[in-house]
C-alpha cells in the first residue's frame, strides 16, 4: 500500500529533511514506485505537486528536496497501487476547494464496496477509491456545515465520516485546509512533536542528519506525521485503531 507524510507547524518551516527521507521508500528502501506528490498551503494558497514517476528518479522531487519552500501545513504521499491505474490523475494527494478554502488529502489503504452516491461539485477525476473517498467526505462536510465551522466542530465530523467509511477496509489518511491537518489511523500511523529544547535527528532510510537546535528558535513546534517512523534515534508515538488526530500550531489539539 501507499505511506503518507504530513507536517503541520506554528510557524512557516520547510519539509526537506523529512521529505528526502520518505522518498527513499519510493524504490530504495521500499517499494512504493506508482506515483507521488506533495502540497504545501501559504495561507490559502497552495503549491501543489504530482508526478506518475517514481519520487527517487523525479525531476520534480529533486527540486522539493533541494529548494526550502516553507508551509504551516504539507501533505506528501508515494503510491503503491492497488486501485486505479499508474497515471498523473490517480497521484495523491488530492485537491478541492470548500468555503473557500482549498483541502488536500491524502490516502494509503484499500477500500473494497465503497460506492457511494456522489452529487453536484465533488466528483473523482481519477478512478482510485481514494479520491471518491475524498469526494464523499467533501460532500458530507458541505451538507453538515453551512459554512466553515471551528477546527473542534470539523474533528466530530470527521470522526463520524471516517467510522463511516473504515469498515470498507484500510482507511489511514491525512487531510488539511491550510488551517489544521487531520490524520487517521485504521492500521499504520504515527507522530512526533518536536519542540524546544530541540536536538539531533538521524533518518531511518538515507545516512542524514540534521541538528533542529541550529535551524529553529525556542518558539517553534513542529508535528511530523507519518506511516512509519522516519528517524531511529527519536520516540515516535502510534495512532491506535480508528483514532483520528488534529493538529494545530504543532501539536496534538485535545479534542
Known amino acids: 500500500m501507499c505511506q503518507l507524510l504530513g507536517m503541520n507547524c506554528n510557524t512557516p518551516t520547510d519539509v526537506r529533511f523529512s521529505f528526502s527521507g520518505f522518498t527513499q521508500r519510493a524504490g530504495n528502501t521500499g517499494d512504493h514506485t506508482d506515483g507521488w506528490g506533495i502540497a504545501f498551503f501559504e495561507d490559502k494558497g497552495l503549491r501543489h505537486f504530482v508526478d506518475h514517476e517514481r ?19 504539507v501533505i506528501a504521499h508515494i503510491r503503491k497501487a492497488t486501485q486505479g ?24 489503504g484499500d477500500l473494497k464496496n465503497f460506492t457511494p452516491k456522489l452529487h453536484g461539485h465533488f466528483q473523482p477525476v481519477g478512478n482510485t477509491d481514494s479520491e471518491q473517498a475524498f469526494c464523499w467526505i467533501m460532500q458530507e462536510l458541505s451538507k453538515s456545515h453551512a459554512a466553515l465551522p471551528s477546527i473542534e466542530e470539523l474533528t466530530h465530523t470527521l470522526r463520524e465520516l471516517a467510522a463511516k467509511i473504515s469498515p470498507h477496509g484500510t482507511f489511514n489518511f491525512l487531510l488539511s485546509n ?34 533542529f537546535s541550529r535551524e529553529t528558535t525556542p518558539q517553534d ?5 507519518v506511516t512509519a517512523p522516519l528517524t531511529q534515534n527519536e520516540q515516535w508515538t502510534s495512532f491506535q485503531t480508528g483514532e483520528l488526530r488534529v493538529f494545530v500550531n504543532g501539536q496534538a489539539a485535545p479534542f
Open 55 to 73: 519520487a527517487i528518479d523525479s525531476q520534480i522531487a529533486k527540486l522539493i528536496r533541494e529548494y526550502p519552500i516553507k508551509s504551516q501545513n
Open 178 to 211: 491550510g488551517e489544521a491537518l487531520w490524520a487517521h489511523a485504521t492500521t499504520h500511523l504515527c507522530y512526533i512533536e518536536r519542540q524546544h529544547p530541540f536536538t539531533q535527528a538521524q533518518l531511518s532510510d538515507e545516512d542524514l542528519s540534521v541538528d
Open 85 to 108: 491505474v499508474v497515471s498523473l490523475q490517480n497521484c495523491h494527494p488530492f485537491v478541492r476547494e470548500l468555503w473557500g478554502r482549498n483541502w488536500v488529502f491524502a490516502h494509503n
Open 221 to 225: 513546534k513542529v508535528a511530523i506525521i
